[in-house]
């Protein structure tokens, strides 16, 4: 996968969001992108489509893959809870929808633990 957002910046902002910072919305945008770029880099594949409304989607995770139309396995979630996920900290499930029977996420995060982000 091609990075757009380097991988120093992203973490910065990762950081900043775990120390409790408040981000602002293109801040927060960008790192809903980066987590979204390095869950595509680390899970590589087309079989899952995350999608994050108004911010990107990404696909990954190996296995069988579509070429047209909707996906068969499609995660959505708003963009905090993205981030909350990608840290380890806890989601309102009610914030999420999913269809697919590869749709299950839960063993792909949290995606960065403290001796990722230096803390």
Do not use: C
């Not at 902002?13 to 960008?30: K, P, T």
């Not at 899952?48 to 047209?68: D, K, L, S």
């Not at 068969?72 to 840290?87: H, Q, T, W």
Request: no cysteine.
């Amino acid at each position: 996968m091609r990075r757009r957002i380097e991988p120093q910046e992203g973490i910065a902002l990762i950081r900043a969001y775990v120390a409790g910072d408040e981000l602002s919305v293109a801040e927060q945008r960008h790192a809903v992108r980066f987590v979204l770029e390095e869950f595509g880099t680390r899970h590589p594949g087309r079989s899952v489509e995350i999608r994050i409304p108004w911010v990107g989607a990404v696909q990954a995770i190996a296995g069988p893959t579509h070429t047209r139309g909707t996906p068969p396995n499609v995660v959505e979630m708003d963009g905090e809870s993205f981030l909350k996920l990608a840290v380890g900290h806890d989601v309102d499930t009610a914030a999420i929808s999913y269809s697919g029977t590869r749709a299950d996420l839960s063993s792909y995060f949290p995606l960065f633990g403290g001796g990722q982000l230096g803390m």
